[in-house]
């Protein structure tokens, strides 16, 4: 059983293993869900769907949803 310690500022480190067995990584953030009974769930929320606008490129050229569905059903089936 691995056993965290609440500092005086009120952090906590989770021990590394919990966090390699978890898929974190220094910076990575988390969310606490107290339950009913008491228990803490802690769930990775390493990236959210706002964090990603702007890291694509613009395309170069725009297409027509009719041509996507073409090149999804080329992939599909080539």
Do not use: F, H, N, Q
């Amino acid at each position: 059983m691995a056993v965290a310690r609440l500092s005086d500022g009120e952090d906590v480190t989770l021990p590394s293993d919990i966090g390699r067995r978890a898929g974190l990584k220094a910076g990575d953030r988390v969310e606490l869900v107290v339950r009913a009974d008491g228990t803490v769930l802690i769930v990775p929320r390493t990236v959210r769907a706002a964090d990603l606008y702007g890291i694509l490129p613009k395309p170069k050229k725009t297409v027509t949803l009719e041509e996507m569905e073409e090149g999804i059903i080329r992939g599909a089936t080539s």
